[in-house]
């Protein structure tokens, strides 16, 4: 697929945006519990946790290497392979913190990028792909993952004005 400095930019503007989404969600998740696991789900915090490893463990180094010369192969386990969850862990306002700390970090190695380094193809655990398709992909991931946080938060509310 061709894309253009407007795909470039639009793909830049959905990595940034987590950041509002993550402010957000940070003025309502106090009254969430977020480390309780409904039977056969993640937890809040288990949710916004992966998607802490899946862009620091995953997303953010494959495109610090794909543009690499020669063309990299690359072989890195899957995040939802590696991902482990923990019952021993930050407050959630400090992983919200590290998740946009970091966030910011790849929005400001994103924008350094050439348009031509977004489209180059590297190949990454035998299938190739673009650093640009790599952002999108990273993208649907915390959308779902942000979707099920609403979903939860949504779903508590109304209990909790019961209790006034």
């Known amino acids: 697929m061709g894309y253009?400095?407007?795909?470039?930019?639009?793909?830049?503007?959905?990595?940034?945006?987590?950041?509002?989404?993550?402010?957000?969600l940070g003025r309502v998740i106090d009254a969430v519990p977020v480390s309780d696991r409904p039977t056969g789900t993640d937890s809040v915090y288990d949710m916004l946790d992966?998607?802490?490893?899946?862009?620091?463990?995953?997303?953010?180094?494959l495109v610090k290497n794909l543009f690499a010369k020669p063309?990299?192969?690359?072989?890195?386990?899957d995040y939802n392979e590696s991902f482990k969850r923990s019952d021993?862990?930050?407050?959630?306002?400090?992983?919200?913190?590290?998740?946009?700390?970091?966030?910011?970090?790849?929005?400001?190695?994103?924008?350094?990028?050439?348009?031509e380094d977004f489209i180059t193809k590297g190949e990454v655990n035998g299938v190739e792909v673009a650093i640009i398709e790599l952002m999108n992909n990273m993208v649907v991931f915390e959308r779902s993952q942000l979707k099920e946080v609403a979903e939860r938060v949504l779903s508590i509310e109304p209990q909790l004005g019961k209790r006034d």
């Open 71 to 77: 063309i990299p192969k690359i072989q890195i386990p």
């Open 50 to 61: 992966r998607i802490k490893h899946a862009q620091n463990a995953y997303y953010f180094p």
């Open 88 to 115: 021993n862990f930050l407050t959630v306002e400090q992983l919200l913190t590290e998740i946009k700390v970091e966030r910011r970090e790849l929005i400001n190695f994103l924008n350094k990028l050439p348009q």
């Open 4 to 24: 253009t400095a407007k795909d470039v930019s639009n793909t830049i503007d959905d990595v940034s945006y987590l950041l509002e989404e993550l402010d957000a």
